[in-house]
């Protein structure tokens, strides 16, 4: 996250003061009383009619087209399944891919929704790091980002683009794509896997069933209906109180001064010291480590960004079986338990040392455990200190977070 000032940054922050003032008075400051805007239209900036373009239904077929993968049985959908909201469909902390769908991958393949604004990974004029695909940010649009997962071997395997386009040029929808981009395409594997991964981008960008604003929270902030219950409003206030929850901070909450919906993303990073998981392959051998953005070839020798992922949209949080970059927690209690008792309580969560110790963040090399985020809240206790949140005050956020699921019918 980006270090707000206390004080006036705050204070402008409708969501920051909700614990401050009369919960209910302050909610209808900031949510209720907007039902004018169009949802659809707000944050991406891009409004889609109920028709798609003929670009964006061609990359529709291709998103859910596993005959372009060297498995035959493998397509974007599957990793990422709309059951799911765009997220991986089980608790595997990552899946199976390859010719044989056999091979495990590294991370866990997380929702593709609602990420139309976000733009190429850059560092702000305070040097934090921002924006990009993939938890690395290592993509610098979607479009570069649909490129990898055809020639990636741990995922839809193909030995080479020349291998998309001869499967592309037997798929049902060959003809269409043709249509679209002149007949004597195919034979260009260059330029025609071009337009397939601008195929893919444009349906992402073009189809609101990737940002369908259509929780419980957005019916409340769009006037719909006019309260959360009392669990939920609980949650929301210990979500954005900067001594408790402080999830704010970098899973935003608030409508912009624009109107816009939250996206529950900054897209900043951060190292949080996820324990080590070892349901993954690659980390049966002990010296291997999943570095994040200092994992990348451009950033290796930023040593300071070893460990920091992208922070993820906590949209629809609750149909995810699996969590975090490595997958390591299955429920969202163990989520949400972890950030506030991972400093309290570290024989919870992290292996002991042979000197009676724990062994925290073992997930990153001992070098760079000084890059863990433990100066700001929820994360920033000792041993002996109460968490940030009780355990029913948990609960209480993870009903607010309940609803960030779309589909919500009043
Ligand atoms: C075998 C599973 C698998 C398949 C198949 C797959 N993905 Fe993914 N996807 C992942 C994983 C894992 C990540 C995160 C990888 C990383 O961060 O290094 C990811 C990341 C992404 C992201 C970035 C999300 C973000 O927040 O930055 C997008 C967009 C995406 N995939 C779209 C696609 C598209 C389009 C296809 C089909 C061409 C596809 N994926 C195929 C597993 C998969
Ligand atoms: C300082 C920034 C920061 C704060 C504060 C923060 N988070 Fe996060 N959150 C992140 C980052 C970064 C990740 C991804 C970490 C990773 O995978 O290694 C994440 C991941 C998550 C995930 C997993 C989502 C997924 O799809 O895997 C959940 C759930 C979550 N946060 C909830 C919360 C809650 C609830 C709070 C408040 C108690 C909170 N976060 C506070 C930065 C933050």
Redesign the pocket.
Known sequence: MRFIPLGKGHLRACSAFVWAFSIAAALTACGGGGGDADPAKLPGGVSSGPALSAMAQLGQKV?NDPSL?ASGR???A???DAATAHA?PNALA??L?GSMLDQQ??????S?RY?AS?KAFSFTADGTPNG?????GR?SS?QE??GQ??LNP???ANGSKDEVIRRLAAASYAEEFRKLFGDNIMGDAEAAFQRLTLA?QQY?LEDSAFRPFSSKYDAFLLGKIPRLNDQEIRGLALYNNPVKGRCFACHPSARGSDGRLPLFTDFTYDSLGVPRNGELRQNDDPNFYDLGLCGRDDLKDRTGLCGKF?V?SLRNVALRHAFF?NGKFKTLKDVVTFYVQRDTNPEKWYPQNADGTYDKFNDLPSAYRGNVNVLEGPYNRQPGQEPALSDAEVDDVIAFLQTLTDGYQP
Not at 105 to 110: D, H, T, V
Not at 132 to 136: E, K, L, R, Y
């Open positions: 998103f993968s493998q397509s974007c599957s990793c990422h991986q990552a899946q891919g991958g590294s991370r866990l393949s997380p593709i990420l976000n990009g695909f993939f938890w690395d993509a979607l980002q649909a997962p055809f741990v995922e839809m893919l992402q992208k993820p970059h």
